[in-house]
């Protein structure tokens, strides 16, 4: 049982490129959520989906795409990475049966230069 | 606008000594609020989830607290170790539901260094 798994662990970009973060659970979680963490600005919600088949936006989502692959999978895309866009993001999953107790990937550290 | 706060930012103890890490919301129609712990470089590990229903809940040597009406939650670690060194989060999920109800407003976080 892995939980929450991200891939890749670190990535730089160059401005302007691509790239998808993936994220998977083996929870049986309906929801999963991409967060990304800054210094001084805490825990930010970009995407998050409720079930398989939905998708909505957090806090910050421009600039960020989601896809809800399936049920164990959401991925987060960067269609034109900006510099703005360093950051660690995080995947995390919950369930309604267990009160939303959220759980956390390990993250993705993302530089974009 | 749900605010959370958590204070002091950072924190050190001795080992063995009792501590208490505070946090404050400023919007009580919350659903749960949740303590997690981060190490340096690592995502965030669930140590306890309060229902708004609920007053505490333990988990060895891990106590949180929860007031709901005066916005305040606290979690208590009795005996602290050197590998409790770590940030201390805490975040809240909103009352409503419907658009937004799955977000949660975390806090800024302690940083908890114990000193052998």
């Known amino acids: 049982n892995a939980g929450v798994t991200q891939t890749p662990k670190f990535q730089v970009l160059k401005t302007g490129q691509s790239m998808t973060l993936q994220c998977a659970q083996d929870?049986?979680?309906?929801?999963m959520y991409w967060y990304r963490q800054d210094p001084g600005m805490g825990l930010r919600l970009i995407y998050y989906?409720?079930?398989?088949?939905?998708?909505d936006k957090g806090e910050v989502p421009n600039g960020y795409n989601v896809s809800r692959l399936n049920k164990r999978e959401f991925s987060l895309r960067l269609e034109s990475a900006a510099p703005s866009q360093t950051s660690v993001y995080f995947c995390?999953?919950?369930?309604?049966?267990?009160?939303?107790?959220?759980?956390f990937g390990p993250g993705t550290r993302l530089t974009v230069t | 606008k749900q605010e959370v706060t958590q204070i002091p930012a950072a924190l050190s103890v001795p080992e063995g000594e009792n501590l208490v890490l505070n946090c404050s919301f400023t919007?009580?129609?919350?659903?749960?609020l949740q303590w997690f712990r981060q190490d340096p470089g690592k995502g965030l590990t669930s140590l306890l989830l309060?229902?708004?229903?609920?007053r505490e809940q333990t988990s060895g040597r891990l106590n949180a607290s929860l007031d709901k009406s005066s916005g305040r939650s606290t979690l208590y670690i009795a005996a602290s170790q050197p590998g409790d060194s770590a940030t201390y989060l805490c975040?809240?999920?909103?009352?409503?539901?419907?658009?937004?109800?799955?977000?949660?407003?975390f806090g800024k976080g302690t940083k908890l260094s114990v000193i052998p």
């Open positions: 995390a999953s919950s369930e309604r049966g267990s009160s939303y107790e959220q759980y």
């Open positions: 929870m049986n979680h309906n929801s």
């Open positions: 989906s409720a079930s398989e088949g939905t998708t």
């Open positions: 919007d009580s129609a919350i659903y749960n």
């Open positions: 309060i229902q708004s229903s609920q």
């Open positions: 975040a809240v999920r909103p009352a409503y539901s419907g658009a937004g109800s799955y977000q949660l407003t």
